[in-house]
């Protein structure tokens, strides 16, 4: 795959406006079509060959050449000692400005577009939570070694550092084994990816008024449907979306994952690669790394794997931002949250919460369900609904009450000496590890139901990731204790001592 080269001795830059590459007036139209090719391909020549069509479609390739022209006329940055300097925009200009002492993580990402011609964008985190991944100032593009370079400028903390961080001063930490591709099935993605695109493609031929109906191929498929019994019809159509659904699942983890690399650099950062048409290359500086979560859905877990994420400042929201670790064996996960952290909290043993909260996971998972069932057979009676609705959603009384035991087993909570940790979730359990310096307040929570029970949910507020991580359903004396050990004479002062 392409590799962002290594980048020539760190200099500091001029105090000069400089421009974007100007081969970014192709590349930005380019990986805008690339996400639009086939709604336009559809647009221009599906049908039956009506002249707006192929305008429309022409029009919109024409509008992303511009748009790429203009971008790229209206776009000038500067970096100076102190800080950078983003100005933006024909019609609705911005002028963006961030101190260089409050860069927190450097994002590389190098679309195909990108890598067609040697580019890759630059987006800069710091310590605030962007809410789109448009956020902050972002150099979209400049040459892939430029972009390294300035990786290195953005992550130095004074000029007498050492001038040139190279490959050969990064210390591996993990790498992709190809045995991780059989968790790729597990994560569900293939499934996901199948109802988007049936969604998109049924929205897209009602607009376009096309009459899929008419094409051989439906015609007969409709036809088997009609003519064949249901008992072979169901296993094959559940047989055809399970192998196009893993083969879906294994094409994402290739095109995301390949060639991930996480290393840990001389510079005091963080930093993981991959991917395979879109490459990606985020450091995050490790004195603002707050934590770790790790991702363990159901059927992921069931195939005793897990995916790693990291808890700091300076991320976005944009997907796969924080990724550390991809669907891997939860061996692995652990193995990478100690190296990263230094410590080995993941693994620590947690304190089990009270029977009580069990109650209440059961009410949860099993009320709805029969409240449903209850509503459904009250509608058979009455208004003559087929009476195999209630029947379906009695049957899936015993699964929401082992849904509901599966909740309360995975609740618990532990502290050790440096990080406050915290497990919940059923179809997604989730651990977190939070270093308990990173807490800056805490949030405590206690409804009706949860009062009468003696439980409490205490909440971490942080400033890195979610901005705040709870534990849920502990016992009032209990929660309010681990709130006071894990930050001293933070909460203390509002207890009342009896």
Known sequence: MTEFPAAPPVVEPSREWGRLDPRMIIVRPLNELM???????????????????????????????????????????????????????????????????????????AKLGHRLFGLSAVRVGTGEQSRTATDGVILDAVTAQEADRLRQVFLRRSTAAEPTVGEDDSTPISHLDKRWYRYAPLTMSGLLTIGLTAGFGMNLARELNLEFSDAALVRSVFRWVLETSPLAVIPAVAGLVLVVSILLSLLAYLLQNHDFRLTRNADGTVRVRRGLLTTRSVSVEEQRLRGVSLHEPLLLRAGRGARLTAVTTGLGRASGSSLLLPPAPRA?????????????????????????????????????????????????????????????????????????????????????????VSRSGSLDRETVALQRTGIIGWKIEQTLFQRRAGLLSVTAITAAGKGGYTVVDVGESNGLKLADAAIPDLLRPFLRTS
């Not at 003559?384 to 959603?393: D, F």
């Not at 509901?404 to 990080?419: E, I, S, W």
Request: proline share 4%; glycine share 8%; aromatic share 8%.
């Open 332 to 420: 692995e996960a652990h193995r990478v949250a100690e190296r990263v952290l230094l410590a080995d909290p993941t693994s620590a043993d947690l304190t089990r919460h009270p029977a009580r909260a069990r109650t209440r996971r059961l009410v949860r998972a099993v009320g709805p369900n029969l409240v449903v069932a209850g509503v459904l057979a009250l509608l058979a009676g009455v208004a003559g609904w087929p009476h195999w609705l209630w029947i379906v959603a009695a049957c899936l009384v015993p699964v929401s009450v082992l849904l509901g035991l599966d909740r309360y087993r995975n609740l618990g909570h532990a502290l050790t000496d440096r990080y406050l």
């Open 35 to 109: 996400g639009l090719l086939i709604p336009v391909f559809i647009l221009m020549f599906a049908g039956n060959g009506d002249t707006w069509r192929i305008v429309a479609g022409g029009a919109t390739v024409g509008a992303l050449v511009l748009y790429g022209l203009f971008s790229w006329v209206s776009t000038k940055y500067r970096i100076t000692e102190t800080q950078v300097e983003l100005h933006k925009g024909l019609l609705h200009r911005q002028r963006l400005a961030i101190p260089r002492d409050r860069i927190r993580t450097v994002d590389l990402t």
